[in-house]
């Protein structure tokens, strides 16, 4: 229950365990096509250019950045959480001009916000981060963010690593130009190989680069080399995170993207309503809420690290604390993939609700574990 990797559902462990392959055998190459497959269904969208970056969500946002910007182009990234901050970091050692568009932490962006700093700045790439991680904010609107973008003649960027799969997500619809994710949150494989898709013009702009990208390993042209028809050898993929991954986009394809997103937000909306029930704030307004991960505000007199460390031990549940802005003020609770099911909600809220009790915080108990029972339809 913390922000990934989230559980692994055994159909996806065991396709993990299938015997190892050359990285150009035949029935490779069949599983990276289907991966292909798969994940253009999740992003929604009709890109060639879709793949699994061989590394973690942190190496598909570089990919992202590093293509699509050159040397000396303006980049304007978000300051109101974490990973909108590292995108600022990425895009700088990638040679970018980093403009941080500055919203605070727990808030959104405003249209109106990025409309001034385009008019300011005039950036060549804009990114967002779709469900930031560190704050629990789903960012709305965003075919308005990518339509200020374009109106600019700007590319625009999303970070889905916390959001695809468990909350709504248009990649055509919207107008995105690089959308990238990771494989250990909602769709519950191991970390490794992380969902990315280019729109033509992505591609098209990174293919006519002056300066060759200063990664040989993310370099865009080289890795297409190996996901497009006719594959050549330019790295060893990870072929059991891949098989993997084959596994967990079959079982989306299986319960359908719309009821996967369904499912998130009745899980989540019962964990939400447990923890109201028991006395306790989410720390997100409920229009932004992303039911992937919850911030939960620490009760007064009550040690984050202890309640923490005791869920571990006492019931085997993983969840974390803030980071930067909202280190000490927050618990995070992740409701991903294989791990948002109405067992472990029921499981961790009671576990949850007992360990603050024990610690000295005022809260109700039976009531969070009855209203995320109403909640799941399971209380007769
Ligand atoms: C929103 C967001 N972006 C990027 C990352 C980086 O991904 P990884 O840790 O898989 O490299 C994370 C990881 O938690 C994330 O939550």
Partial sequence: ????????????????????????????????????????????????????????????METALANLLEPGETVL????????????????????????LDAPWGEPLEPAAVEAAFAEHQPTVFGFVHGETSTGVRQPGIDD??????????????????????????????????????????????????PITFSERAVEKALAREEPVRSWYLDLEGVWGYWDDDPSYHHTGPVSTTYA??????MVGEEGIESQWAR????????????EAMGLEVAVSKQHWLPT???????EGVDPGTVIDRLMSDHDIEIVGGLG?????????????????????????????????????????????????DALGSRF
């Fill in 1 to 60: 229950m913390g922000p990934g990797p989230s559980d692994v559902h055994p159909r996806v462990a065991a396709a993990a365990a299938e015997g190892m392959v050359g990285y150009l055998d035949d029935s490779y190459v069949d599983v990276m096509n289907d991966v292909q497959e798969g994940l253009r269904y999740l992003f929604r969208t009709e890109n060639e250019v879709t793949f699994a970056v061989s590394g973690t969500g942190s190496a598909a």
């Fill in 77 to 100: 990234v978000p300051s109101n959480g974490y990973f909108g901050q590292r995108m600022g970091e990425v895009a700088a050692r990638a040679g970018g001009e980093v403009v941080h």
């Fill in 145 to 194: 963010l990518a339509r200020i973008a374009h109106e600019h003649d700007a590319y625009i960027v999303a970070d889905t690593v916390a959001s695809l799969g468990g909350v709504e997500f248009q990649t055509d619809e919207w107008g995105l130009d690089v959308v990238y994710s990771g494989s250990q949150k909602c769709l519950s494989a191991p970390p490794g190989a992380s």
């Fill in 245 to 250: 991954l084959r596994e967990s986009l079959r």
């Fill in 264 to 275: 998130h937000e009745r899980v989540a909306g019962a964990l939400v309503a447990g923890i």
């Fill in 293 to 299: 991960l919850n911030p939960v505000s620490v009760p």
């Fill in 325 to 373: 802005a909202l280190a000490g003020e927050i618990f995070r609770v992740g409701c991903m993939g294989y791990s948002a099911r109405p067992a472990n909600i029921s499981h961790f809220v009671t576990a949850f609700g007992n360990t603050l009790a024990d610690e000295g915080a005022d809260v109700d108990v039976g009531a969070g574990a009855a209203a995320t029972a």
